[in-house]
C-alpha cells in the first residue's frame, strides 16, 4: 500500500467512525447535548491538540475551542507561524458537561476509545495536552499540569510514536492573565517539536503549586471577558 493510498484510507475510516459517534449514547451527557464535538482540523496533522471538553459554544456549532479560549489558542498559533487549519483539535469528551462542570470518571472511560482511535487515524507527530484531564489521560500518568508543562515525553499511544507534550490549558489565561507568558513560553518550543522528534529525559518531578482552572467558564464563552 502506498503512503498516498493509506492516509486517503485513513482520511476515510476517521469521516466514518466520526458519522458513528455523533450518535453515540454512551454515557448520560448524550442526553443533555446539541450535538457531539467529534474534533476539527487537518486529517493528516502533524500536531494534534486535546482539550477537555465542549464548552458552551461548542455544542451549540459542533466545533472544539470557538469559544475565548479558542480564540486564544489560534493567536497562540498565529504567533509560531501556524493557524487551526493546519492542525488537529479534539477534546478528552465529546460531549458538553451540564455547566461546564469537569469529567466525571465514567464519562472519560465511555468516551476514551474515540479519542485514541483518533490518534491512530491521525498519526500526529506531536499531541499538546492543554490541562489536567487530557494529560493524564494520554499519559497515563496521576503528574499534574503544574508538574509536567512544558515537559516534552516521548510516547507511544496504541501503534502511534509520538512527543507527549503538556500544557496549561489556554482557559486558565482567561481566569489568570499572568498565565499568558507561560502558555506562550511553552507554544515557543512547538515548532523545534515538530521539525524532529527529540530523545527528551522523563519528566522531573517538581512541588506543586496551587492549581488554576483550566475551564472555560460560562460568562467567558458567552463574550462577557
Not at 142 to 161: A, F, L, N
Request: charged share 25%; aromatic share 6%.
Amino acid at each position: 500500500m502506498t503512503a498516498m493510498s493509506d492516509a486517503a484510507e485513513r482520511r476515510a475510516e476517521l469521516e466514518r467512525r466520526a458519522a458513528e459517534w455523533r450518535g453515540c449514547q454512551k454515557c448520560a451527557l448524550a442526553a443533555g447535548r446539541t450535538q457531539v464535538v467529534v474534533g476539527a482540523g487537518n486529517p493528516d496533522a502533524g500536531l494534534m491538540f486535546v482539550g477537555e471538553a465542549p464548552g458552551f459554544h461548542e455544542d451549540r456549532q459542533g466545533i472544539p475551542f470557538v469559544g475565548q479560549a479558542g480564540k486564544l489558542l489560534e493567536s497562540l498559533l498565529g504567533e509560531i507561524g501556524l493557524s487551526r487549519d493546519r492542525v488537529y483539535i479534539a477534546n478528552v469528551l465529546k460531549c458538553r458537561p451540564p455547566g461546564n462542570r469537569d469529567p466525571q470518571p465514567d464519562e472519560i472511560d465511555a468516551c476514551e476509545e474515540h479519542l485514541f482511535a483518533q490518534v491512530e487515524l491521525i498519526q500526529p507527530r506531536v499531541i499538546c495536552t492543554l490541562g489536567n484531564f487530557a494529560t493524564k489521560l494520554l499519559s497515563g500518568q496521576p503528574y499534574g499540569i503544574t508538574r509536567v508543562h512544558g515537559k516534552p515525553q516521548p510516547h507511544r499511544i496504541g501503534s502511534v510514536e509520538l512527543v507527549l507534550y503538556p500544557i496549561f490549558h489556554p482557559a486558565a489565561a482567561l481566569y489568570t492573565p499572568s498565565m499568558l507568558d507561560t502558555l506562550r513560553a511553552d507554544f515557543a518550543q512547538l515548532p523545534e517539536l515538530l521539525a524532529e522528534r527529540p530523545a527528551v529525559p522523563e519528566p522531573v518531578p517538581v512541588m506543586d503549586v496551587p492549581a488554576v482552572p483550566e475551564r472555560e467558564p460560562e460568562y467567558a464563552q458567552l463574550g462577557l471577558f
